[in-house]
């Protein structure tokens, strides 16, 4: 791997003022007792991968391996026809589970509400960034769900969503019915997505904040000396100036919305009502843990990896488009 | 001048209600959990009269939140300093040193980023049940380290990248072996982003519900967010003692993040700006 001087990073000053310090005189005092005996060579020739070699072996064995024995799984048989090939009839069966329908139905209202998810954070960071009175206050205040264990956030709003709990006591103190947001089939997912959209976008305002601080402020001054409203220079400086930014926020938003609600799922709704708040994760854990259906489970798993693959290539295609045009 | 301070503050409203909304949730749950169950009942939101500590007593001795956060320091600790310890050393062999096949086996580590856990599931839970691993503390620390370590890896690699490749150079000269680069250089010099990517390493471990779930089945090998989901059951028709459960739970991330805000905001942006 090339080794290059010059490379463009916020962190490199700090690391070569501490290199300063530290590292000059235990290179020297390394230097008073040289080591060269031939076998070291040798075993030296090695040391890089000695050292990649725990880390490439863990990844390798419990990442890549389990998941082409997980592809290889989802054309084999559960229970009794353990092990024999059924060629692609778990996906048969899978397409055909009305839950799996509803779980594939929530991908894609969760894909409707992505840009909700993503446009929230991206305007507070642009708030933030441009210095709102008391932007410090703020940037903590917002970022703190997000280190929160979407267990600990389920429990809280399973209290406070009750059906006799303060949501409800509130409304009806105004005089309006008590609402089930999360028996009622119709709200229950929409209930989920909202909690977890609370407790991820401090998480993605972080990334945007960053994002800004690659912008090149000279931009942002030319658009306020020309007299550039704050509509037109969030749409014409900072949407284009940030584009890479904007199209990693949606991808490991999407990606967080597939494979981090599980802990919601479990605490707030268990999958409930009538199966309305199914994802294509919890119907993997049912089937395999409930159900003991490995296999089908293990075709569900696929199809969740697809969606990533193909959620990630086509966002990052579009936003390309998009980024050319303008 | 003046038209721009009306339309910041007409835009520092709302802010002001998000921000309210964002901490809210959690005051009520520390207020609900001072409260008497009675309390409760008449009224949700009266700020409680007294500190009552006895519904935290309660939650935290009638279902093992001692024995579940002690299985989960255990746990996350160990998880951590292996994660530490092996990002550390790939992300130095991969940025620092010039090898065959380096660039390939880079990709391979970046590959395990886009493969989530909940894909895995269902062979990696066999894998561990063929080797006995399940159900085991070892067990869980190998697969959090094996979810974690795509990430790891990636921002160790980019941080050392950071440093000039005349440092090696001049200890190798001065005649350190490469372990001793690592150890006596690299090691110490890493320790910003080892403290960054730790925490955040930690943070996930500890939050973490799905994995000790599935990898460890059995009552007293759960985690505490594990622990967490089992009292709404004990406790649906006793709110305060509920709510104190979850506030257990909650305090050591709270406390971290009062202390630790920066590092981990800046984990996360490392995180986004080195791809």
Redo the contacts between chains.
Sequence with gaps: ?????T?P?V??A???R??GA???P???R??A????ARG?LRA?RY???I??A???L??????????L??VN?SFTGDGEQNGTAVGFGNYRELFADPLFQTALGNVGLLVLLLPVAVAIPGL?AT?IYLR???HR??R??????A??????VG??????LAFD??LN?VLSSVGVGPVDWLGDPDLAMFMVVGVHI?ATF??AL??F???F??LDAALLDAARVDGAS?RQVVWHVIIPSLSR?IQ??FV?TM?GM??SM??LL??MTTGGPEGSTYL??YY??IK??QMNR?AL??AA??I??MI??VV?LLQIKLLERAGKED | MSRVRLGWWLIAIPMSLLALATIYPLLFTANVAMKTRRDYILDRFSLTDALRWENISTAWNSVGMGRYFVNSLLVVTASVLLLLLLGSMAGFALSQLRFRGSSALFLGCLAGLFIPFQVVMVPLARIMADTALIDTYPGLVLVYVAQFLPFTVFLMTSYYKGIPPEIVDAARIDGSTVYGVYRRIMLPLGTPALLSVGILNALFCWNDVLMALVMMPSAEHRTLMVGVTSLRGQYSDNIPTFASGVLIAAIPVLLVYLFLQRQIADGVAAGSTKG
């Design positions: 791997m090339p080794i290059g001087n490379q990073s962190r490199p700090q690391a070569g501490a290199g530290v590292v000059t235990s290179a020297h390394k230097g007792r040289p080591r060269r070291g030296e040391a890089p991968y050292l990649v725990p880390a490439v863990i990844i390798v064995l419990l990442r890549l391996y389990p998941l024995l997980g799984f507070l708030f709102v009175p008391g206050f703020y903590s205040v917002y970022f703190f769900p280190v929160l264990s979407p267990v600990i429990a809280i709003f399973n209290m406070l709990g303060p006591a609370w401090g998480m972080v990334v904040l960053a994002g601080a690659t704050l930014t990693f926020v490991t990606i597939l494979t599980f802990g479990y605490v294509p994760e993997i854990w395999q843990g490995p489970a293990s798993s696929t969740l990896f990533m693959l990630g």
